[in-house]
């Protein structure tokens, strides 16, 4: 019998399309809550979720999409959330994985899950990955892994969870409002030797699912290499920051 409060948070963004299919596909009995938080979208995605029963924030001007993750996880601890699992309503990941992601946290085995879109090369290019995405992300999780330490399949994946410790220790309000904000919590986590695991997952690439051009995919890339080398540098002692700093660290 699951004890802990989970829910589940959707940072959206002209998701009006996609919503329904994605609730339609999350196991029932394996969350408590679900809200939705619209970063000021043009369509219809605010007006949609609520008629869906969702608990619905709407920003009041764009804050971006790690933006909207700090609003999300504020405010589901706010609810009292033991887990929280983001989960993007654009459908392009699989919304039946909620209970195998928040399982692997209850039983205490790790502080965050991260749904790994890179099972085979294969599987990620026939799901419609494009190939210089496929590519770059390869780079960068190789980096990553030297880098902190860690070995995991796929750090760029927009399906995760995080238990209440994870959340309350990492200090995710001094995280960017980009899309990096996805690599600044990791990197703050394995600062604070948070315990991350991983299971596979497909994902969709469509019309109406969420993607980062490849401008914005090279600032994306740059922007991951620049806090791994701070991370460095904060190992190394050669710099101090609060960035890399627990919560309760900075209270003392």
């Known amino acids: 019998m699951r004890k802990e409060k989970v829910i589940i948070v959707m940072p959206a963004y002209n998701a009006a399309k996609t ?29 949609v979720a609520k008629e869906l029963g969702l608990k619905v924030i709407v920003h009041d001007k764009n804050k971006g999409y790690g933006g909207n993750q700090k609003t999300c996880y504020n405010e589901a601890l706010k609810d009292g959330a033991d887990i929280v699992v983001m989960l993007h309503p654009d459908y392009q990941y699989d919304p039946k994985l909620v209970p195998f992601l928040t399982g692997l946290i209850s039983a205490g085995i790790c502080d965050i899950m991260l749904a790994n879109r890179i099972r085979t090369r294969k599987e990620a290019l026939k799901g419609g990955m494009p190939l210089y995405k496929y590519f770059f992300n390869r780079c960068l999780t190789i980096t990553e892994n030297i880098v902190l330490g860690l070995n995991l399949g796929e750090y760029h994946t927009g399906y995760r969870a995080f238990s209440k410790k994870a959340l309350e220790t990492v200090n995710y309000e001094l995280a960017s409002d980009d899309f990096v904000f996805d690599q600044h919590i990791i990197v703050q986590a394995a600062a604070n030797n948070l315990k991350i695991g991983e299971i596979p997952v497909a994902a969709k690439y469509f019309k109406d699912a969420s993607s980062i051009n490849f401008k914005r995919s090279v600032k994306y890339g740059l922007e991951t290499l620049l806090i791994l080398l701070k991370y460095i540098l904060y190992k190394l002692r050669l710099v101090s920051s609060t960035f890399f700093k627990s919560k309760a660290e900075i209270k003392k």
């Open 19 to 47: 919503i329904k299919q994605t609730l339609d596909d999350i196991p029932l009995g394996s969350y408590d809550n679900i809200i939705l938080v619209d970063d000021l979208s043009k369509d219809s995605t605010a007006q």
